[in-house]
C-alpha cells in the first residue's frame, strides 16, 4: 500500500495549487483522509481532513482558501489550495487513517509561496 503526493511548486503568494494523494492498494477499515504540512523548523500540523462521511476538518489559518476532497473510485484525496500565501510554504503531506489506528503516510510534496 503505497499513498502518492503530487501538485506541489512554486507558487507566487494569492496562486492556487491543487495537490493530490493516490492510494494504490486497498487499505481495510479507512475512516479518515487528510493533509498535513511541516514548515521548516516548525512541527508537522493538520491542514485539513475528510472523513468517511464527507465531514471536514481545516486548520483555522487555511479555512476559506483551502478546499478537502475526494474521489473515491480513484482513491484520490485533493488539496485545492487558493489564496496561497507565504506562510503556506511547506511540505504537505498525506494519510489515511484507519479505525484499527493504523496511520499511513505518504512521501511528501513541497509547496513554495513566494511574496
Known amino acids: 500500500v503505497q499513498l502518492q503526493a503530487s501538485g506541489g511548486g512554486l507558487v507566487q503568494a494569492g496562486g492556487s495549487l491543487r495537490l493530490s494523494c493516490a492510494g494504490s492498494g486497498k487499505i481495510i477499515g479507512v475512516n479518515a483522509r487528510a493533509w498535513y504540512r511541516q514548515a521548516p523548523g516548525k512541527e508537522r500540523e493538520l491542514v485539513a481532513e475528510i472523513v468517511n462521511n464527507g465531514l471536514t476538518n481545516y486548520e483555522d489559518s487555511v479555512k476559506g482558501r483551502f478546499t478537502i476532497s475526494r474521489d473515491i473510485k480513484k482513491n484520490t484525496v485533493y488539496l485545492q489550495m487558493n489564496s496561497l500565501r507565504p506562510e503556506d510554504t511547506a511540505v504537505y503531506f498525506c494519510?489515511?487513517?484507519?479505525?484499527?489506528?493504523?496511520?499511513?503516510w505518504g512521501q511528501g510534496t513541497l509547496v513554495t509561496v513566494s511574496s
Open positions: 494519510n489515511s487513517k484507519t479505525v484499527y489506528g493504523r496511520v499511513y
